[in-house]
């Protein structure tokens, strides 16, 4: 078996409960001659995964995606012509943004 060690972590989970707290610390792990580093978030398949079991960064990643998505088609129908440029009005055009503290 073959394991890629510069893309390989290490991730606890705390229990719900904290008097079920085993330790605070780990030692380090150490695979071959390289050692695995623990992390409290990482991307896998596309996602963060956090080490709270909590899913906001992830949200705020495709809410984030969302609006850039939105601004580039928005964009792109303003210097359409024709009916889809005809049909929307100066006020629809506009570019959204978002205040990242209002995901808080």
């Known amino acids: 078996?073959?394991?890629y060690v510069t893309k390989t972590v290490c991730m606890v989970f705390n229990p719900l409960c904290r008097r079920k707290v085993v330790a605070n610390s780990f030692p380090l792990l150490k695979l071959g001659s390289s050692y695995i580093y623990f992390v409290d978030c990482f991307k896998y398949?596309?996602?963060i995964?956090?080490?709270?079991?909590?899913?906001?960064?992830d949200i705020k990643r495709e809410v984030r995606n969302l609006f850039v998505r939105t601004n580039v088609l928005i964009?792109?129908?303003g210097r359409a012509g024709g009916p889809?440029?005809?049909?929307?009005?100066?006020q629809?055009?506009?570019?959204?943004?978002i205040n990242m503290c209002d995901l808080e």
Not at 92 to 97: E, G, H, I, K, Y
């Open 45 to 47: 398949l596309g996602h």
């Open 1 to 3: 078996m073959t394991c």
């Open 75 to 77: 964009c792109s129908c």
């Open 49 to 57: 995964i956090t080490d709270n079991a909590r899913d906001d960064g």
């Open 84 to 90: 889809v440029a005809h049909g929307m009005g100066p």
């Open 92 to 97: 629809s055009l506009r570019p959204w943004t």
